[in-house]
């Protein structure tokens, strides 16, 4: 006898939702550290749950958040433009903004054209799934941002992953590859969690040798680092080999949104055929205007990288002295390895009773045995804070064995 409809198993496709049940347990011990309100803010010192804590986990890296110098270029953009665009910049969406900044950002990374995206993620997402279609390949770093990796997936591309920073493997899969395929390197210039510089004088190199392209995705690199603050590339003087440059806006840039530098013919195409571009709506006035104040002051206040190198320094510095273990940063990103994920977790709690807010990353975003927590520093951080935020470390490393009081680390590398 057959079986009918009504007797066949039935799978919930929301299952796996109702069996998520981590983030649940980590809250029912107090331990659950993220989505935390902040109800104030300064830019170094926020509050949170009603207390006063230093912010030590912000991609704010010029401190330009709460300048009232793009406070009022956004309020004057509402005034003249309204809340928002109401529709794609290929259609009824594009402002007189929108191209203003699109030239200057060109400029500015001497490049020969921009187009903006409404967010950073859409940037590489929409990017790379347009330039890099059926029957070209993708050679992509292993730690590379979540959004490259989505380009990558939905861009129906061969793509092939080399362990970090490798560039022997990467160079053996370019051996393998088919010579008559489109080839493309993408890589993070600054790697989000580690604070790590890519290897771009070998990337350089290895592309030119096999005859592929470069994309450098800068999102943690421009206005933050080389020079003027021009990304990773200039660190080595070398942003004229790379072929395609990506940043945002959410960091440095004291807004939302990104954009894409490179050689106009490569920008047109991805303008009038990324769907991540066509189809959604435009930056909103205030956060273009925002942009565009935060790059003339970049230009303008030197100082702020300036400062922003020595904080980095003399946290990384700091933070190895007293026996942490943070990797190869050598950027204002910092991690600081704790070890298991519930260990990172206690130590993130005790972190922010002693008024220090900074993030705690477990897996999938890290190895497993590998949790941290992840600092990043402002250029308007004061002496005092960072003292304060070191202070802070030692104690409650020494507490959780994760150094010793003579300067140690008590963590496997």
Known sequence: MSRTHTDKKKADIFSKAFNFTKA??????????????????????????????????????????????????????????????????????????????????????????????????????????????RNDEIYSDKDNHACIVVGTLVSNAKTYRFAHNDMDMLRKLLDRSNPDAGKIIVSDGVFSMSGQLANVPELVKVAKEYGARLYLDDAHAIGVIGDGGRGSGSVFGLNDEVDLISGTFSKSFASLGGFLVGERPVIEYIRHNSPAHIFSASMPPANAATVLKALEILKTETWRLDRLEYISNYMREGLRKLGFNVWTSSTPIIPVVIGEMMDCFRFWKDLFEAGVYANAVVPPAVPQGQSLIRTSYSATHTDDQLDAILEAFYTIGVKHGIIDTNGHSLVEA
Not at 79 to 96: A, E, F, P, Q
Not at 108 to 133: D, H, P, R, W
């Open 24 to 133: 649940d347990e980590v809250k029912a011990l107090g331990l659950y550290p993220y989505f935390k309100p902040l109800t104030e803010t300064d830019g170094t010192v926020v509050v949170i749950e009603g207390r006063k804590v230093i912010m030590a986990g912000s991609n704010n890296y010029l401190g330009l958040t709460n300048d009232q110098r793009l406070i009022e270029a956004a309020q004057n953009a509402i005034t003249r433009y309204g809340t928002g665009c109401t529709g794609s910049r290929y259609l009824n969406g594009t402002l007189d903004l929108h191209l203003e900044l699109e030239d200057k950002l060109a400029d500015f990374m001497n490049k020969e054209a921009c187009v903006l995206f409404s967010t950073g993620y859409q940037t590489n997402e929409g990017a790379i799934q347009t330039i890099a279609q």
